[in-house]
């Protein structure tokens, strides 16, 4: 949470010079972390796992004035090639890493993150685990916000109340062979 900043204050618990007020933050980000394993299995069964990312991948909100408003930057990370009895390629941790996500005052920016149900794209013997994360990122406001042209066939313009909203997305395959891809998104 933050905090209003205050010119002087005595440090004692009864007594204080200021009014300090908790700020709401106009950022939320809300991540999940997506492992597929076998069923069962202990941590010490898996072997060969190695760390990676994907990206970085950026993504910048534009008001009526032509100025960025808010922005999220990010890598996608995970741990690849997990074997299980000498088999298999499973995936661990799998999640969106920020590097940065900023928005102005007055606008407010959510980003989400989900997961598709664990994909196969192996065989039964010897399974490549999979899955497709998808960000969702949204900035809403009660001033007007637009894009620049390239952005609309991939990007939501909700208007109501006058309340406006932009919504941007991106979904990347990450698979236990290592293998990551972008499925659909604007930019990256």
Not at 10 to 36: G, L, R, Y
Not at 41 to 61: A, I, L, Q, R
Not at 103 to 110: E, R
Not at 179 to 186: L, N, R, T
Request: with cysteine.
């Amino acid at each position: 949470m933050k905090y209003n900043n205050c010119d002087s204050f005595v440090i004692k618990t009864t007594e204080s010079k200021c009014d300090i007020k908790p700020i709401n933050s106009n950022i939320a980000f809300n991540p999940i972390s997506v492992s597929i394993l076998p069923p069962n299995v202990n941590w010490f069964d898996m072997e060969d796992f190695t760390s990676k990312k994907y990206g970085p991948f950026e993504f910048n909100f534009i008001n009526a004035n032509n100025n960025i408003i808010a922005g999220v930057s990010f890598y996608i990370s995970y741990n690849s090639h997990g074997i299980f009895n000498s088999t298999g390629h499973y995936l661990a941790d799998a999640t969106v890493s920020p590097m940065a996500i900023f928005c102005n005052p007055g606008y407010y920016i959510t980003c989400n993150v989900t997961a598709s149900d664990p994909i196969n794209y192996g065989t039964k013997t010897n399974p490549i685990a999979g899955v497709n994360l998808k960000i969702q990122m949204e900035v809403i406001s009660y001033n007007k916000l637009i894009l620049e042209e390239n952005y609309h066939s991939l990007t939501n313009l909700i208007s109501s109340d006058n309340l406006n909203a932009v919504e941007k997305y991106l979904i990347v395959n990450i698979r236990g062979d290592g293998v990551a891809s972008v499925i659909s998104g604007y930019s990256y």
